[in-house]
T-cell receptor, first 115, second 116 residues
Framework: DGGITQSPKYLFRKEGQNVTLSCEQN?????MYWYRQDPGQGLRLIYY???????QKGDIAEGYSVSREKKESFPLTVTSAQKNPTAFYLC??????????????FGDGTRLSIL | DAKTTQPNSMESNEEEPVHLPCNHS???????IHWYRQLPSQGPEYVIH???SNVNNRMASLAIAEDRKSSTLILHRATLRDAAVYYC?????????????????FGQGTILTVHP
């Protein structure tokens, strides 16, 4: 079955350490997205990518970086510059990003905690 | 960002229909209305979306008011598996870096409780 795979499910980071969250999709979708969710809150957009080798900042991109070298993959790096990285991170994809005409499909998330 | 207003919580009994309301008085002509739902510790699940006309799929129906300032998600027969947080979202065309796309802005949503 097609879908989005996020790994790992749980991740722990030490102070000053960069960590990378994996997101892979086999839906042949052009657009991919990263969101952050804090307890009891809605999702906030970190980065999105409409096509390979292109990505744009979302609302809360500071302290994060991404790459989109392959259509199937959109890894997110949480850098040491992100001062409050503890959150639930969600990756999504859609057929394309054009003006919201297509739904987004989400993975099951990665929960990041600081040691 | 376009704002939606939903009740904080609603309750239903199993096997009964559920009508989840959403107000979006500042909707623009190009905004799509999306509904997603989320279970604890899981990613949101797409439910349905529409632009102007009412929409039906295997999960639910979406009734859109004629002026598009409100919409209602209809679950025809609630089951215990439908208990979740339901998000009503306007996907607004958003320009960044010279390109535009439909940005989803998630609010607090409606917590739906289904009683056996």
């Amino acid at each position: 079955d097609g879908g989005i795979t996020q790994s790992p499910k749980y991740l722990f980071r030490k102070e000053g350490q960069n960590v990378t969250l994996s997101c892979e999709q086999n839906l042949n979708h052009d657009a991919m997205y990263w969101y952050r969710q804090d307890p009891g809150q809605g999702l906030r957009l970190i980065y999105y990518s409409q096509i390979v080798n292109d990505f744009q900042k979302g609302d809360i991109a500071e302290g994060y970086s991404v790459s989109r070298e392959k259509k199937e993959s959109f890894p997110l790096t949480v850098t040491s510059a992100q001062k409050n990285p503890t959150a639930f991170y969600l990756c999504a994809s859609s057929i394309e990003a054009r003006q919201g005409a297509f739904p987004q499909h989400f993975g099951d998330g990665t929960r990041l905690s600081i040691l | 960002d376009a704002k939606t207003t939903q009740p904080n919580s609603m309750e239903s009994n199993e096997e009964e229909p559920v009508h989840l309301p959403c107000n979006h008085s500042t909707i623009s002509g190009t905004d799509y209305i999306h509904w997603y739902r989320q279970l604890p510790s899981q990613g949101p699940e797409y439910v349905i979306h529409g632009l102007t006309s009412n929409v039906n799929n295997r999960m639910a129906s979406l009734a859109i008011a004629e002026d598009r300032k409100s919409s209602t998600l209809i679950l025809h027969r609630a089951t215990l598996r439908d208990a979740a947080v339901y998000y009503c979202i306007l996907s607004r065309a958003w320009a960044a870096g010279g390109t535009s796309y439909g940005k989803l802005t998630f609010g607090q949503g409606t917590i739906l409780t289904v009683h056996p």
